[in-house]
């Protein structure tokens, strides 16, 4: 089949063949007529199979009639990187160039001010990452109510979990009717139900097993420890034939560590990672795409639908934390019919993920044992705190024997004696109670209550004074009527 079989217009068959496509790969010869018939869409293919162009050539199609207006562009694609975004963007030039379409990128690292300009002019294409995409709408300088095809490219990545909110947001913003299109090299169950959401009766395009690699990769382990890795890397460098390689780390800070170990030793290289800016990120790439630079050593930023088709090696220092990034890590190489060879570094810490990523794509990989080292020795399980929830520690408690409590006998009690009765008996056994008289006060202590008494004697008077007065005046009885205010008696006459 050929393109011109595909029902595209003759503009965008004219641009296809300046770049030199005769014939669509398969993702391509199933998606595009049923983009075209305004269905949605989920693909799931290999990478390097054309899924870019799936689904933008037929978009340029559809937007070939109508015109944008200010804030309200006509389409909206979202990528999961800013490095896919821009070559997303690179699609949609070269192959409409014919067509008279405005298309916006808004990405991190670039100025917003200049992105406000483009949009407020109207735009027919808008491609954009989620965190900007996000922050323009919080801010109204964009309204969407006017996408009539929403795109989410590299889609498992985007609706993983970091992405969810940010993706549902920016979807509930957009109108109910519109055609929405999934694209992506792997696509779980999970992640396809949740993908679900966003569509209505989608068709299924899968061109290739589930989790599988490319055939034209060729896939190989080197057993090593920690202290050697950097060694065993650039020695397979030296001995392979590499053109051009891309070494992928779990780590941004193995990164700038590699590229320092790589400089060190005179190699050409570069880094590429998240915490970059986006100009050296830009400059990076580029350098490394022109053949200015013979390594790339990256994050998994760039393990996602970045179109360079000539690398020759992809070498994996760090076995993959998720087993599918290893599809997408592997799928930098071998494309467009090309071959290409695939290293993954392996110490005895990674043989259960290597042991995932085996069972995933459904066969061993070959050891490359040459290049080999001794490796380190299996960690040990690490004990644990406390004896779990189950009944290993219960059971453990309850085989234990407990040891018996101590009993101390009570004395007996005396017999009474006969002839009396139990209170008579209590009572001459009780000890007798004898009033103890206080003892009597030292001089010292005597002589110092006196002077006490005196000294408040002479603050406040005579004391002996009031004393011999209260001992001489007579003693009143008292009446009814002494305890009562003197408010309350009224004087009574007697007449």
Same mark, same amino acid.
């Given at each position: ?8 217009? &003759?503009?965008?068959? =004219?641009?296809?063949?300046d ?7 398969p ?9 075209? =018939?305004?269905?949605?869409? +989920?693909? $799931? ?10 689904? *933008?050539?037929?978009?340029? %199609?559809?937007?070939?009639n ?5 804030l309200?562009?006509? *389409?909206l ?7 896919l975004?821009?070559?997303? @963007? ?23 001010? &200049? ?11 808008? $491609?954009?990452?989620?965190?900007? +995409? ?54 779980l ?21 589930? +989790?599988? *690699? ?6 190989? $382990?080197?057993?090593t420890?920690? #202290? ?10 030296r ?12 780590? =941004? ?6 590229? =320092? ?18 100009g050296?990120?830009? %400059?990076?790439?580029?350098?490394? #795409? ?14 996602? !639908? ?33 071959? !290409? ?13 290597l ?11 070959? &050891? ?21 929830? !189950?009944? &290993?520690?219960?059971?453990?408690? @309850? ?19 006969? !002839?009396?009765? %139990? ?23 005597a ?21 011999k ?27």
């Amino acid at each position: 089949m050929k393109f011109s079989d595909l029902g595209l217009n &003759e503009n965008t068959l =004219k641009a296809v063949a300046d770049v030199g496509y005769a014939e669509p790969t398969p993702i391509q010869e199933k998606a595009i007529p049923e983009i075209l =018939k305004r269905n949605d869409v +989920m693909g $799931i293919a290999q990478t390097g199979t054309g899924k870019t162009a799936a689904f *933008t050539l037929p978009m340029i %199609d559809i937007l070939a009639n109508g015109r944008a207006k200010a804030l309200m562009p006509r *389409t909206l694609i979202l990528s999961p990187t800013r490095e896919l975004a821009t070559q997303i @963007a690179e699609c949609f030039q070269k192959y409409g160039k014919y067509q008279k379409l405005s298309m916006a990128l808004l990405i991190g690292g670039e100025s917003m001010v &200049e992105q406000q300009k483009i949009l407020s002019r109207g735009v027919d294409v808008l $491609i954009a990452t989620p965190g900007r +995409m996000l922050d323009l709408c919080e801010r109204g300088r964009i309204l969407l109510r006017d996408v009539r095809v929403f795109v989410l490219d590299e889609a498992d990545r985007m609706l993983d979990m970091g992405f969810i909110p940010d993706v549902e947001k920016i979807a509930s913003k957009l109108p109910a009717v519109r055609q929405t299109l999934l694209f992506s090299a792997t696509m779980l169950p999970e992640i396809k139900a949740l993908a679900k959401k966003f569509m209505k009766f989608p068709v299924e395009i899968r061109v290739d097993p589930p +989790m599988s *690699t490319a055939d034209t990769v060729e896939q190989f $382990i080197v057993k090593t420890n920690e #202290r050697g890795k950097r060694e065993v890397l650039r020695n397979l460098i030296r001995a392979e034939d590499v053109k051009n390689a891309m070494i992928f780390c779990n780590r =941004k800070k193995d990164v700038e560590i590699l590229l =320092k170990s790589f400089t060190k030793h005179k190699f050409s290289v570069a880094a590429l990672h998240g915490d970059m800016a986006q100009g050296e990120r830009t %400059d990076a790439l580029n350098a490394f #795409r022109d053949g200015r630079v013979r390594l790339l050593v990256c994050s998994d930023v760039a393990a996602r !639908g970045l179109d360079l088709p000539d690398v020759s090696h992809v070498f994996n220092f760090d076995v993959p934390v998720n087993p599918e990034d290893y599809i997408h890590r592997i799928g930098r190489t071998g494309r467009a019919g090309k071959t !290409g060879r695939a290293f993954m570094l392996v110490t005895s810490r990674d043989f259960k993920a290597l042991a995932v990523i085996e069972k995933m794509i459904g066969k061993q990989i070959e &050891e490359m044992s040459r290049f080999s080292v001794e490796m380190d020795p299996e960690p040990e399980p690490k004990p644990k705190r406390r004896g779990g929830r !189950g009944g &290993e520690a219960r059971a453990k408690r @309850a085989e234990t024997p407990k040891p018996e409590p101590k009993r101390t006998e009570k004395p007996a009690k005396a017999a009474k004696p006969a !002839g009396k009765t %139990d209170e008579q008996a209590a009572k001459a056994d009780a000890p007798a109670l004898k009033t103890a008289k206080p003892a009597a006060k030292k001089p010292a202590e005597a002589a110092n209550g006196n002077r006490r008494r005196d000294a408040r004697g002479a603050k406040n008077g005579d004391g002996a004074r009031r004393e011999k007065r209260a001992e001489t005046a007579p003693r009143r009885q008292k009446a009814f009527g002494d305890a009562m205010p003197a408010f309350m008696m009224n004087e009574v006459k007697i007449s």
